[in-house]
């Protein structure tokens, strides 16, 4: 369903309501100033390998908590068999590291052959600004779009992703193959993933508990992780720019009629009203015939949550690599289940091909 610029606006209103400014939320002003601190190996950096010193040194554009230039991807290392399959993950599991240490080998020294990586991935930084608003969204919402057997016959299928946290099912809203459910996983997953730095044990799963340093365990504090994730929770979705140009509208039709909004919904329903994300949240295979990547159960090579595309204009590059240097190149990097949208767009006007384009970057 689209939104109205009313409750589009009242949304975006109440959002910035919610942040507010400094000094009259101390959490979230406690929550910046660690998501902008850079630890220290002293403070228990590193596992000993790591990403970033900070969470701000990937996630900075178009603003703190944003996402990343292509010189912060990072990579993940698998085994396809050659691409034959089935997929396996190597010894310490997908995730390596950008940066290391100079005692620690690098991970393009991880080794090949017989169970060794002979397939990666890059993984691009993704936007966190609306995570909150997205952490809200029920999971019946999400799956209430699912079409796993194509029952409407369009080639677009979608699919939810079921994580097992603490003994039941949960549904994935966040990374870019749904693979962590709430917002607070969000932030022990990448506290440990991204930085080596542990946090404690709250019972589901995502925190890093132990590594190899001299530095007591956990090396954050449960409230430090509540004050982090209260900061994201309290970022107010990207407002859309409010272009009066009338191709802006033109290009919203457009995007409707090529199918964009068949994966891309304009907004999704939580408690708190409507949350223009431009995203179902579901899975699809978007990546061309023979593509090799990382694998996940309940999630194959190829399949990745489809990116909410609120504030796109200032998160450049696009798809999960990084591979799309701007908008139009990320429309012409969709295959698999969007083969025909792309094709829909491939087949416009040059004019009708613009207003597009300048409808995403309104969003």
């Known amino acids: 369903m689209q939104l109205s610029h009313l409750a589009l606006g009242a949304f975006i209103v109440s959002a910035f309501l919610l942040q507010g ?16 601190k850079p630890f220290s190996l002293a403070e228990g950096l590193g596992s000993p390998e790591m990403n970033a010193d900070s969470c701000r040194a990937c996630h900075s554009d178009p603003s703190i908590g944003g996402a990343g230039p292509l010189e912060v991807n990072v990579s993940r290392f698998g085994n396809d068999n050659g691409g ?27 080794p090949v052959g017989p169970g060794g990586a002979d397939v990666f991935e890059q993984r691009q930084t993704p936007s966190t600004i609306g995570h909150g608003a997205i952490d809200q969204i029920p999971a019946a919402v999400i799956t209430a779009n699912e079409d796993v057997a194509d029952a409407n016959n369009d080639g677009i299928f979608g699919v939810a992703r079921r994580i097992r946290v603490a003994n039941h099912t949960e549904i994935g809203r966040f990374g870019w193959k749904a693979q962590i459910p709430r917002l607070a996983d969000f932030v022990n997953d990448a506290m440990f993933g991204e930085m080596g730095l542990t946090t404690p044990d709250n019972g589901r799963g995502f925190a890093g508990l132990t590594d190899g340093d001299s530095v007591a365990d956990p090396e954050v504090t449960q409230d430090e992780v509540d ?61 061309p015939l023979g593509f090799r990547g990382m694998a996940e159960f309940g999630a194959e090579a ?62």
């Not at 199918?259 to 408690?271: I, R, Y």
Request: with cysteine; glycine share 10%.
């Open 84 to 110: 034959v399959g089935p997929f396996t993950n190597v010894v310490g599991g997908q995730g390596l590291s950008k940066l290391f240490p100079p005692t620690v080998h690098g991970r393009e020294e991880y």
């Open 302 to 363: 190829g399949f990745f949550k489809t990116p909410a595309l609120w504030g796109i204009k200032g998160t450049a590059p696009y798809m999960h690599d990084g591979r799309a240097e701007d908008l139009t190149g990320a429309i012409l990097a969709h295959f698999g289940e969007a083969e025909t949208v792309r094709q829909n767009y491939e087949a416009l006007t040059v004019p009708d091909q613009v207003a597009l384009i300048l409808f995403l970057e309104d969003l």
């Open 227 to 287: 004050d982090i994730a209260h900061f994201l929770a309290m970022l107010p979705p990207p407002a859309r720019g409010g272009s009066t140009d009338p191709r802006v509208a033109d290009g919203l039709k457009t995007f409707h009629a090529i199918g964009c909004a068949k994966c891309h919904t304009p907004s999704l329903h939580s408690p708190s009203g409507p949350v223009p994300l431009f995203s179902n949240l579901l899975l699809h295979n978007v990546m």
């Open 21 to 36: 400014t400094p000094g009259e939320d101390p959490q979230f002003d406690r929550g910046r100033a660690l998501f902008d």
